[in-house]
């Protein structure tokens, strides 16, 4: 689960982390309320949405114009801001070209930046481990810095076992070119963060950049969160900050029937049991020339409900111009799985070629159920004969 700057650090501000003052707003005249409160000679007027990289963005009726975060030194520069962004699709290389409507602005005071560092923590599926990862080079996107200069990006890796040590946040500190009272500024930033990450079962701590002023001081300029959905149920207060218009709609129904569900820009729906056979599935597609539109495993132990509403939600992307269907039947029965198919197609009137592969427990019961269906439905022996299928009855559609 994501959530927005404005909230990320109201998050990090109560576990110690330094970041200016700010406010959120909906509309131009909380933000000029805003502004007002905060008293400050220059004001940074940001969009809140899901994605990086807003202040070279674009909006979508102004693609020459100004991006999602702007300078404003006075009232009147705030209030311009806010009526220019509020209600406006941003576009960034993050939203892809659809962009994300602007409902929510954050106010922030300005600041004196003398340094722009990078500082992440995350875990490091390898080794299990939280790992810190900071660069000199902050403002920038980490990917560009790792594939240009991965010798400025420096890692630190946390023994779950010791925790946090104070020699490796100063080690860092050093390497950052930090110096006297900056180091211990770090140090407590570094702190914060570890402390907050650990507390709240987050994914993803990132400070983009993390800035030194020119009195010394270090300030989280951005910060991004994410959380591991699976830990939810521990943290009630954190679900409650969840933005749904900020989530693609087909996953945010998929997590309601329990799917794991993720939308991809491809044009053949998937609809797999099992994460790896998922990604195996998708893998083939690719190998045959298309591109998958979704990854969506149902589970081992899916219900007949659980199949149909994840058939449903394939079939309402616009995108999807054909279905493969591959499913292993182990604990989960072949004969369900097509039960839940033909009553989800005659429900959706399915419109676009689907290729159903199935194997295992009752496999010959699903196939004759099919059969009988009177639904057009092309079988298919294994998945690579899957995969030539419906990559072909795609093409053939097409033309």
Do not use: W
Not at 214 to 238: E, Q, V, W
């Amino acid at each position: 689960m994501n959530i927005h700057e404005y909230q990320a650090k109201a998050l990090l501000r109560s576990y110690g982390m330094p970041v200016p003052e700010g406010r959120a707003a909906t509309t131009t005249d909380e933000a000029i309320a805003a502004a007002r409160a905060l008293d400050a000679a220059v004001t940074v007027v940001k969009a809140q949405i899901h994605a990086g990289g807003r202040g070279a963005g674009h909006f979508a009726d102004r693609p020459e114009g100004k991006g999602g975060v702007r300078l404003a030194r006075s009232i009147e520069d705030v209030a311009d801001a806010a009526e220019a962004m509020l209600g406006s699709v941003l576009v960034t290389r993050q939203t892809g070209p659809a962009g994300r409507l602007v409902r929510t602005l954050y106010v922030e005071s300005g600041c004196d930046i003398a340094r722009e560092l990078y500082f992440s923590m995350l875990v490091d599926r390898s080794t299990g481990r939280l790992v810190i990862v900071a660069s000199p080079d902050g403002g920038m996107e980490i990917e560009e810095v790792a594939a240009n200069t991965p010798e400025r990006i420096f890692k630190e890796s946390i023994d779950p076992a010791k925790g946090l040590c104070d020699y490796q946040s100063r080690g860092l500190a050093v390497r950052l070119g930090l110096k006297g009272r900056e180091i211990r500024a770090f140090q407590n930033v570094v702190r914060a963060a570890y402390t907050a990450f650990t507390g709240l079962d987050a994914a993803i701590v990132e400070i983009n950049p993390l800035v030194v002023t020119g009195a010394g001081d270090l300030l989280a300029l951005d910060a991004k969160m994410s959380f591991d959905d699976n830990a939810l149920f521990r943290h009630p207060a954190l679900a409650e900050l969840r933005d749904e218009n900020e989530e693609d709609p087909r996953e945010r129904e998929a997590a309601e029937y329990g799917l794991a569900y993720v939308g991809l820009d491809g044009n053949i729906g998937c609809m797999v049991n099992g994460a790896g056979l998922a990604m195996a599935t998708m893998d083939i597609i690719k190998m045959e020339g298309e591109e998958p539109a979704n990854f969506l495993d149902v589970g081992g132990g899916a219900s007949k409900e659980r199949v149909a509403a994840a058939f449903r939600i394939l079939i309402a992307d616009p995108k999807v111009r054909g279905i493969l269907v591959n499913i292993f039947g182990g604990i989960m029965r072949c004969d369900v799985i097509a039960e839940a198919i033909i009553a989800a197609s005659h429900e959706t009137g399915l419109n676009v070629p689907l290729v159903v592969r199935l194997a295992g427990t009752n496999v010959e019961r699903g196939k004759a159920l099919l059969a009988e269906s009177g639904l057009t439905i092309i079988p298919a022996d294994d998945l690579g004969d899957a995969a030539r299928k419906i990559v072909s009855a795609v093409r053939n559609a097409g033309a």
